[in-house]
């Protein structure tokens, strides 16, 4: 196994990472980590291991980055330790094209709701946070953050069944 | 090698992005962008020290950029910025306006016996031939025309390096990693202008 060129790295992964950013930030702030995690896979991709799974180490990079702007837009800033290690059911690459629009709906949905619960609902439940840590990070207490989720999980399903 | 999937506009413009932002920030080894010629798509490449590779579509350009990944660095980018100059002189020679390139170029990909006959190729004046022979004779090895030849064959720059004016000592043409149709092209550019 080589090392693609970069540039096939980001064809291939970037609208994986479009879409990890899209549930947990608003577009505009999509936008600035998708770039961002670009940026850092790019400065260390030449010593990534060769058989290393490449949409991992993005989607990982993505996640601390969306979890860094939303630090830097004014919360409360808390040290995340380490990234939880659940695999993103977003996105995977092969997935059937059908299971894609639908990942990119509820993406779309995800993003849409009030950022609360839109929070609380892609640490808890994408990105695999407990409550108390998701409210360690957002501020607030971990029964408003379970509230916060349960809310936006009834507004999901709301939209998704409407669209249907 | 391409999965643009469906938000294909925010895609496009986020790599674009991505290209400046990463220049910006001396992130990218090799820039690349492709251009048209009337010898069809080339795909041009620069090192940070200079033009590194010119190919033609025919070589196939996945392995070409796989090759320089390999070779030079894997922050390989769809750059076209750092592209510009060339990309103007490219024009301005296949429009006849130009007979000599003023590019930095990285020979970073060959080495040995066939750089130096590379390296020589510019002495070959617009407009003018060499055989195969000659240049083996002005770079020190006589007898060593079979290894020009390869060397021609393998040069990473055609057409900045002219290894197009290279030709058999009978006059016929040769091979070109181009195609013998672009030698062709290129010779009767020059011909005429």
Redesign the interface.
């Known amino acids: 196994m080589?090392?693609?060129?970069?540039?096939?790295v980001?064809?291939?992964?970037?609208?994986v990472v479009?879409r990890v950013c899209r549930s947990m930030l608003a577009v505009h702030d999509a936008?600035d980590a998708?770039?961002e995690t670009?940026?850092s896979a790019?400065?260390a991709?030449?010593s990534l291991p060769h058989d290393a799974n490449v949409e991992a180490w993005l989607v990982t990079i993505a996640r601390r980055k969306c979890i860094d702007l939303i630090r830097a837009s004014g919360r409360r800033a808390v040290t995340v330790e380490r990234m939880p290690e659940t695999a993103s059911v977003l996105?995977l690459?092969e997935e059937s094209a059908e299971r894609?629009?639908s990942a990119?709906r509820v993406a779309r949905a995800v993003s849409a709701l009030p950022p609360r619960q839109r929070q609380a609902v892609t640490y808890h439940h994408l990105g695999g946070l407990k409550y108390q840590e998701v409210a360690d990070l957002v501020g607030g207490s971990a029964d408003a953050v379970r509230r916060a989720a349960a809310d936006g999980i009834r507004a999901l399903r709301k939209t998704m069944e409407a669209e249907r | 090698?391409?999965?643009?999937?469906?938000?294909d506009g925010?895609?496009a413009r986020?790599?674009e992005?991505?290209a400046h932002?990463?220049e910006t920030?001396a992130?990218?080894d090799?820039a690349?962008r492709t251009i048209d010629s009337p010898v069809g798509p080339l795909l041009v490449a620069a090192s940070r020290h200079g033009l590194v590779r010119v190919a033609y579509q025919s070589e196939g350009f996945?392995g070409v950029?796989?090759t320089?990944?390999?070779r030079i660095?894997?922050?390989?980018?769809?750059a076209p910025a750092r592209l510009d100059g060339a990309a103007r002189e490219l024009d301005e020679y296949f429009s006849g306006r130009r007979t000599s390139f003023d590019l930095p170029l990285d020979f970073a990909l060959t080495r040995g016996f066939r750089a130096e006959v590379q390296r020589l190729l510019p002495t070959i004046a617009y407009g003018d031939t060499a055989s195969y022979a000659e240049l083996a004779r002005a770079a020190g090895r006589p007898r060593a025309f079979r290894a020009v030849g390869s060397a021609c064959a393998t040069n990473p720059l055609p057409v900045v390096v002219p290894c197009h004016r290279v030709l058999r000592a009978d006059g016929t043409l040769g091979g070109y990693v181009g195609g013998v149709e672009a030698k062709r092209t290129l010779l009767d550019l020059e011909a005429s202008s």
């Open positions: 080589v090392l693609l060129p970069f540039d096939a980001v064809r291939e992964h970037g609208a479009l936008d998708w770039s670009f940026l790019l400065d991709y030449p996105g690459p894609s629009a990119d | 090698m391409t999965a643009t999937n469906k938000p925010d895609l986020l790599h992005r991505l932002d990463a920030r992130l990218i090799v690349y996945d950029l796989q320089m990944a390999d660095s894997p922050r390989v980018l769809h």
